[in-house]
Every structure is written in C-alpha cells, then in structure tokens.
C-alpha cells in the first residue's frame, strides 16, 4: 500500500551543525507535504510545509525540499540547537481534496554538546 | 497547542470499561481528527468529523465510537476497553480540507 517512511530512525548531530533529515513517499498522487517536531511528552508540533507545486520552502532555521521526481522529502536545520532534540515526522496528503494526513514512524534527532 | 485541550491527560482503567476521551477547541475549526500513536506505527487516524454530526472512519476505528455535537468537542469512546487500545491519543484540528492539522497535548490511556 501507499506509504510514507523514513530513511533512518536516530539521527546524532553536533551542536551547531546542520541537520538533513530525509523522508520517501510512494504515492505520487500527494501534493501537500508537512513536517512536524514532538518532543516527548507533548504532541505534534508544525515546523513547515510545502506543497507539491513548489520544491524548496525556507522558515526560520529551517528548510523544506521537495524532489517529486524520487518522491523524496528532506528537512534541513541550520545550526541545529539542543532544543532541536526531538523525533520528526513528515506527512502527506493526497490531492483531489483529501484530507487524511498519512505519517511516516519519524526520526529521532539527538543533539550532541 | 492551538487552543486545543485534551481530557483526561492520563487515564488507568481496567479491560471491559467504557472510557471516553475528550478534545475541545477554542478555534472553531471545521475539522476534527483522533489519532492513536504507537511505536513503531507512528500516528494512525481513528476517526474524523468535517463537520456538527459529520463523522467518518480512519484506518483503525474498529473498537472505537466518536461524537460531535459542538463544533468546539469531539468525544472518542472506547465502549469496551481492551488492552490493546493502550496508547497514546491525539486530537487534532484544522481549517480547511487541505490544510495543516494541528495537534493537542495528548491523553496517555493505559488499559489493564
């Protein structure tokens, strides 16, 4: 079936270094992506999203590129900080106006002092 | 958490019990979803409503009821609680069909 995964589960970072965590879908039919952070303990928080009409979203720190050709998704952090610490997950939605978000099982960033 | 609260945020009870989780938004969105999230499964739609009385199933409702009668609450009901319904619910809401889902601080359920 139709799925959205995750290359690696434990990504370890040094403090200050840029982070790329990377997602693949499989259905190209899906044409809004999202990323959200949860730390432990609380829900699912939004980082940023992208849609597929698009293939690079800058915000705050961080980057969102979207290569449809490979149905790859890739979050970028600049200089990632202790506070980034937190498992990611990206997300799709199907296009013709769905509204089901599909969720891959996330990565877990740690950030090394 | 955009205005989003769940209850109870922690909940213990026993196999065969009726539990019923509640979510309850100040934003007057349209939609509203219930999650469950395990390892290794990430997070699985229960249910959804798109609207006052609207409701739909996800890809796990099986053992699970819901109810929106407001458009700010939206009730998940477990009639009968087994233990393989431990887990973690979230709620979240959104806007728009299309839209970024936001999501509540959770309600950890563990069923003895």
């Not at chain 2, 958490?1 to 019990?17: C, L, M, N, W, Y």
């Not at chain 2, 739609?45 to 409702?61: A, N, R």
Request: glycine share 10%; aromatic share 10%; hydrophobic share 30%.
């Amino acid at each position: 079936g139709e799925s959205v995964g995750l290359h690696l589960p434990t990504l370890s970072v040094q403090e200050g270094d840029n982070s790329i965590i990377n997602c693949a879908y499989s259905n190209s039919a899906s044409d809004y992506f999202i990323w959200y952070k949860q730390e432990s303990g609380k829900g699912p928080q939004f980082i940023i999203d992208i849609r597929s009409n698009m293939d690079k979203r800058q915000g705050q720190r961080v980057t969102v590129l979207l290569n449809k050709t490979v149905k790859h998704l890739s979050l970028q952090i600049a200089a990632t900080q202790p506070g980034d610490s937190a498992v990611y997950f990206c997300a799709e939605i199907l296009g013709g106006g769905g509204n089901k978000l599909t969720f891959g099982t996330g990565t877990q960033l740690k950030v090394e002092l | 958490d955009a205005g989003i609260t769940q209850s109870p945020r922690h909940k213990v009870t026993e196999t065969g019990t009726p539990v019923t989780l509640r979510c309850h938004q100040t934003e007057n969105h349209r939609y509203m979803y219930w999650y469950r999230q395990d390892p290794g499964h990430g997070l699985r739609l229960i249910h959804y409503s798109y609207g006052v009385k609207d409701t739909d199933k996800g890809e796990v409702s099986d053992g699970y009821s819901v109810s929106r009668s407001k458009t700010e609450d939206f009730l998940l009901t477990l009639e009968s609680a087994t233990s393989s319904q431990t887990s973690v619910y979230f709620c979240a809401i959104t806007g728009g069909k299309a839209d970024t889902q936001y999501f509540g601080p959770g309600t950890r359920l563990t069923v003895l």
